[in-house]
């Protein structure tokens, strides 16, 4: 049987902007009829049609994000920002090491960007019309049909989040591509920004409550107020923000965790709620009222995935091969199936700056639980059963000169954020416990992220008590000191969302929003190779894809201030 998944592929490719100037033939040849395959006109014409269809848009969120493009996710969450920068290789031209070499019209890197949201946002237009064109005998109810279109606006409303994020204006299409097209032109934000509200507000209108949604990972109320108050935050509409996020936070049946619950693997001898909010399968229980939308990953079924958060985000601590006394660091190396599967295989792609694994923490170095050693690893150890190290914390000093000094820190040993892990968890490739991948579900967004949001609106009403007020209800959980209200503002938030949602959220977008990304990243991120990554006043936003200039043959659409062609 034919996926439904990719019905769509023969009209998303001029919405991708992946133009083609169609060749000369008759009209006749050109028009399909679907007798023996499935396109729209046949497979959205049912319930399962249809939801099949909406599986499909939540598909390729997730292979965007976590699956199948493994440039993509590091750049996404972080390299390049306050936050981190590419641990493995900070002197080359890759996942954002050097803004200024790097980021270029040219570079398909960045057009991925550009074309996967808009294959999504094509995926969605074809499916809104085929919703509302659907026989109404196929609906259960008319609450049934709403749902089911606002979960496809959704995904609309959240592909053009990101690009008008990182692109600024861009083409604003709310309708199906049937046929090439070579005349886009980029619409102010203000009009796209005007679609995404009002696709998220029939969410929150017609979206299922939580616990209502058909399976986990299905689109609810809470997803669409969540986005919604972010949108109203970069258009600086803040009482609307604080409205959306409160009605999520406070009506929806959302709470922030601050009980253990679920089943965890303590590896380490210790845990506390944060622990169990990040294992294995806690992600999609009802018990868990902290997650909003979560991403599923499902190893152990067809079309299940995984993702990289022990190779992205991990050091590669088995590079240290040596003991001081010349015997294999880890015992089994490279593959041991002990440590190796406790820590899993990391690539250091995203190593955190010095801002993210000290700074920020010096404050509250002890009490913050979410600095807790089984939350950060900063100690390793040798395991090699021959050496007299075995089992002491590697020292990279004893090893002696002729070390890679900067090799050794940027890639090797460096604190690891184990929200990224998965202890004795692995499915595929056991040898190497997963190469470096997890399968355990991932939040796309929990309650934390909202709490923030509503502080961000806060802070832009000038309300610094109100702000505070929110920034505490997580630092309580955390048992970190509260902030006294005269010392929030936007940095100060920022910071915030850096120890609660370092590796979860999309920073790039975080600081472009806040307008905040050059001064930051200038102040924080100490690649050693390229200061600040070498960004430019420019890189505040993406470039246009130069491909997509060239193919609009029939209009301009103009490229981003600073970038060549």
């Given amino acids: 049987m034919k996926n439904i998944f990719n019905l769509t592929k023969k009209y998303f490719i001029s919405t991708a902007i992946l133009l083609l100037v169609a060749s000369a033939c008759s009209e006749d040849m050109l028009n399909e009829k679907p007798l023996d395959f499935l396109s729209p006109n046949n497979a959205y014409t049912t319930v399962p049609g249809i939801r099949q269809g909406i599986n499909g848009l939540e598909s390729s969120v997730r292979d965007f994000w976590y699956a199948s493009n493994d440039e993509q996710y590091p750049m996404t969450f972080g390299d390049g920002t306050d936050l981190c920068y590419y641990g493995e290789a900070p002197g080359g031209a890759t996942k954002l090491a050097n803004y200024q070499v790097e980021m270029t019209p040219q570079n398909d890197r960045f057009s991925a960007y550009w074309d996967r949201n808009y294959i999504i946002i094509q995926r969605a237009n074809v499916l809104i019309e085929a919703i509302n064109a659907a026989n109404s005998s196929i609906w259960l109810s008319d609450t049934q049909k709403k749902a089911y279109l606002a979960e ?311 309300n610094k008590p109100m702000a505070a007020a929110d920034i505490n209800a997580i630092r309580n959980r955390a048992k970190a000191k509260p902030v006294d209200p005269a010392n929030v503002d936007i940095d100060y938030l920022l910071d915030e969302r850096a120890r609660e949602l370092y590796t979860e959220e999309m920073r790039h977008i975080t600081l472009r929003r806040t307008g905040k990304l050059l001064e930051r990243v200038r102040k924080y991120c100490n690649n050693p190779v390229f200061p600040a990554c070498n960004i430019q006043d420019y890189n505040v936003l993406f470039p246009i894809p130069q491909k997509q200039i060239d193919l609009n043959i029939n209009a301009k659409i103009e490229q981003n201030p600073g970038y060549a062609k």
């Avoid at 079924?301 to 590669?316: A, D, I, K, L």
């Fill in 152 to 462: 496809s606006m959704f995904f609309r409303a959240y592909a053009y989040r990101m690009l008008v994020a990182l692109y600024g204006d861009v083409p604003l299409i709310s309708e199906p591509t049937k046929s090439a097209k070579t005349d886009y032109v980029r619409s102010p934000k203000a009009e796209v920004y005007k679609l995404m509200e009002e696709d998220l507000k029939f969410g929150v209108a017609n979206l299922p409550a939580r616990g209502k949604e058909e399976a986990p990972g299905r689109i609810t109320q809470g997803a669409a107020g969540h986005f919604l108050s972010e949108c109203y935050i970069a258009q600086g509409k803040y009482q609307l923000a604080v409205d959306a996020a409160t009605v999520v936070i406070d009506n929806s049946g959302y709470a922030l965790m601050t009980t253990r619950f679920g089943s965890t693997k303590q590896v380490f001898g210790t845990g506390d709620v944060l622990l169990d909010l990040f294992a294995y399968g806690n992600q999609n229980l009802a018990t868990n009222k902290e997650a909003i939308w979560v991403i599923q990953i499902e190893p152990n079924v067809t079309g299940g995935s995984q993702f990289g958060g022990e190779r992205g985000w991990g050091p590669r601590y088995f590079g240290v091969s040596k003991t001081p006394d010349n015997k294999n660091a880890f015992s089994g190396q490279p593959a041991n199936p002990g440590y190796l599967d406790t820590l899993g295989r990391g690539v250091a792609w995203c190593r955190p700056t010095n801002f993210t694994a000290y700074y920020m923490w010096k404050d509250n170095w002890s009490n913050d639980i979410r600095n807790a050693p089984h939350h950060i690893k900063r100690s390793f150890y040798y395991d090699s059963p021959t050496s007299i190290y075995n089992k002491k914390k590697i020292d990279l000093k004893a090893l002696g000169a002729g070390r890679p000094t900067m090799q050794d820190t940027t890639n090797y040993i460096y604190p690891f954020f184990m929200k990224q892990a998965d202890p004795l968890n692995h499915f595929v490739n056991l040898i190497q416990a997963g190469g470096g991948y997890t399968h355990k579900d991932v939040y796309a967004t929990r309650l934390a992220e909202t709490i923030l949001l509503r502080a961000e609106a806060y802070i832009g009403l000038a």
